[in-house]
Each structure stands twice: as structure tokens, then as C-alpha cells.
């Protein structure tokens, strides 16, 4: 499912117009600065919990040797930040089938 497709069946069950529901889900998920409720919170470095859905949070990565595949000389790879998302109880039940 892609964003037009999601915001399509925002429409349908919230009885929006298309157009609004693609405006709430940019609201909450757009990772362009300063917009983008959930990415807002992870530069804070707060976590978004959504109770039977799952959590966004970051998580720190350390710096450390890598190998280029092509030519296997060494690299460095340097510390970062990423988003990571664990989803809850709730979810992993109704996908696992």
C-alpha cells in the first residue's frame, strides 16, 4: 500500500475527502524538517508509543571497521542515529497467522 492508496481508505472511513487524508497523513508522517509529527519527536529524542500498534524510537549505533565488497579494503563507518520501530503485542498477533 502506498501513501495515495492509504489516504483513499482514510477517506472511506473517516468520510473525508481524499484530499484531507492525505493532508492528516503528511501531518503525521512526513520527514521533511520541522513537519511530520513522528519525525519531530525522534530529532527530540522522545518515543512515539501507540498503545496495540508499536513504538518509534532511535537508537545510537557505534563506529566501526567495515569492508567495501568490491575492492575489501577496510572502511570506517561512523556512528549514527536510526529510527527503529517495534510493533506491540497487538500487531504481531494479527499478522502472525
Same mark, same amino acid.
Given at each position: 500500500?502506498? &501513501?495515495?492508496?492509504?489516504?483513499?481508505?482514510?477517506? #472511506?472511513?473517516?468520510?473525508?475527502? /481524499?484530499?484531507?487524508?492525505?493532508?492528516?497523513?503528511?501531518?503525521? =508522517?512526513?520527514?521533511k524538517?520541522?513537519?511530520?509529527?513522528?519525525?519531530?519527536?525522534?530529532?527530540?529524542?522522545?518515543?512515539?508509543?501507540?498503545?496495540g500498534?508499536?513504538?518509534?524510537?532511535?537508537?545510537?549505533? &557505534?563506529? +566501526?571497521?567495515?569492508?567495501?565488497?568490491?575492492?575489501?579494503?577496510?572502511? /570506517?563507518?561512523?556512528? +549514527?542515529?536510526?529510527? #527503529? =520501530?517495534?510493533?506491540?503485542?497487538?500487531? #504481531?498477533d494479527?499478522?502472525?497467522?
Amino acid at each position: 500500500m502506498n &501513501k495515495s492508496e492509504m489516504a483513499e481508505k482514510l477517506a #472511506k472511513k473517516a468520510d473525508i475527502s /481524499q484530499a484531507k487524508a492525505a493532508e492528516i497523513i503528511d501531518i503525521i =508522517f512526513s520527514t521533511k524538517d520541522g513537519q511530520g509529527i513522528i519525525a519531530v519527536e525522534l530529532d527530540a529524542g522522545r518515543d512515539v508509543a501507540i498503545a496495540g500498534f508499536g513504538k518509534f524510537d532511535t537508537r545510537r549505533s &557505534k563506529a +566501526r571497521t567495515g569492508r567495501n565488497p568490491q575492492t575489501g579494503a577496510e572502511i /570506517q563507518i561512523p556512528a +549514527r542515529t536510526v529510527a #527503529k =520501530f517495534t510493533a506491540s503485542k497487538g500487531l #504481531k498477533d494479527r499478522v502472525a497467522v
